[in-house]
Nanobody, 114 residues
C-alpha cells in the first residue's frame, strides 16, 4: 500500500522560509519521480516542483530561484525547501507520485502572512 505523508507546513511571514518533507512507503522509492503540488483556495491544483529518479529537477516559473526540491533515497523522503516566501505561496501543499495511478499525500498547509 502506497503512503505519502507530508510534514513541515505552518505559518510564516513574507520573506521567511519553510522546509516540507514527504515520507514515502509502499513503493520502490528510488525508481519514482516525486512531485510537489499546491492548491490555493478557489484555484486549481498546480505542479510546483518535480524531481526524477535520476535527480533532474523542474519548477513552476512562479517558484524558480526560491524553491528547491531534493530527495533522499536512503530514507525514502523528498523535501521542498521554500525560501523568500510570498503571500501568494499560501496553499495546501501535496506530495505526489504515479505508479500506473496517482498517489497523493494528505497535504500540509502553508500560510504566508504579509
Amino acid at each position: 500500500q502506497v503512503q505519502l505523508v507530508e510534514s513541515g507546513g505552518g505559518l510564516v511571514q513574507a520573506g521567511g522560509s519553510l522546509r516540507l518533507s514527504c515520507a514515502a512507503s509502499g513503493i520502490i522509492f528510488r525508481f519514482n519521480a516525486m512531485d510537489w503540488y499546491r492548491q490555493a483556495p478557489g484555484k486549481q491544483r498546480e505542479l510546483v516542483a518535480r524531481i526524477t529518479s535520476t535527480g533532474s529537477t523542474d519548477y513552476a516559473n512562479s517558484v524558480k530561484g526560491r524553491f528547491s526540491i531534493s530527495r533522499d533515497n536512503a530514507t525514502n523522503t523528498v523535501h521542498l525547501q521554500m525560501n523568500t516566501l510570498k503571500p501568494e505561496d499560501t496553499a495546501v501543499y501535496y506530495c505526489h507520485t504515479a505508479i500506473l495511478s496517482d498517489f497523493w499525500g494528505q497535504g500540509t498547509q502553508v500560510t504566508v502572512s504579509s
